[in-house]
């Protein structure tokens, strides 16, 4: 059974940098072909892809944020981890893990909001 | 980018047929294989994978979703209606980084 959970700050102030866990199971980050992706959605509004990181490190990033992320495993611990620098209230959404592979985000967390405020 | 559009709602009665289109600015298809995915959100729900690769029901997934469409113009088709299925529905595209989303469509009961 593949399950994944995010965690995070909750809440943080404008120009702090948001730092994003994705805790998983019922696969692994070692095996070929596997991967996790980060989508976020601000309240009311629709989905924004921002990162995927592969089983062999590979890693895509949204050219919209510019520099400002950085995606990461601990494939020991089947976690993928997300960090978005000098965050402003625009970065105010849920954040969500998925699982992709064979099939796109096929399986996704529950979401973790992010508030931005000061 | 590749740029999906999708109607912004679309409503229709409990029993019939929902058909929701989406439009993407270049072709998503690669060697005979569509790379558009298609997701239902419920509120205060995440998205769940309905229909991958253009056609393709996702686990678990009732049969009365289906999937089609080719190169830039893709349909999703809810046949019959349920009330269960008031939600609104994603598209999504695989081919090229950056991977984009639809707008979305709320479906909405007559």
């Known amino acids: 059974q593949v399950t994944l959970k995010e965690s995070g700050p909750g809440i943080l102030q404008p120009s702090q940098t948001l730092s994003l866990t994705c805790t998983f199971s019922g696969f692994s980050l070692s095996t070929y072909g596997m991967g996790v992706g980060w989508i976020r959605q601000p309240s009311g509004k629709g989905l924004e892809w921002l990162a995927n990181i592969w089983w062999d490190d590979d890693k895509y990033y949204n050219p919209s944020l510019k520099n400002r992320l950085t995606i990461s495993k601990d494939t020991s611990n089947n976690q993928a981890f997300l960090k978005i620098t000098n965050v402003d209230t625009a970065d105010t959404a849920t954040y969500y893990c998925?699982?992709?592979?064979?099939?796109?985000?096929?399986?996704w967390g529950q979401g973790t909001l992010v508030t931005v405020s000061s | 980018d590749i740029v999906l559009t999708q109607s912004p709602a679309l409503a229709v009665s409990l029993e019939q047929r929902a058909t929701i289109s989406c439009k993407t600015s270049q072709n998503v298809d690669n060697y005979g294989i569509s790379y558009m995915h298609w997701y239902q959100q419920k509120p205060g729900q995440q998205p769940k994978l309905l229909i991958y690769?253009?056609?393709n029901l996702a686990s678990g997934i009732p049969a009365r979703f289906s999937g089609s469409g080719s190169g830039t113009d893709f349909t999703l088709t809810i046949d019959p209606v349920e009330a269960d299925d008031i939600a609104t529905y994603y598209c999504?595209?695989?081919?090229?980084?950056?991977?984009?989303f639809g707008s979305g469509t709320k479906l909405e009961i007559k």
């Open positions: 690769e253009g056609s």
């Open positions: 998925a699982r992709i592979g064979e099939i796109p985000f096929a399986y």
């Open positions: 999504q595209q695989s081919k090229d980084y950056p991977l984009t």
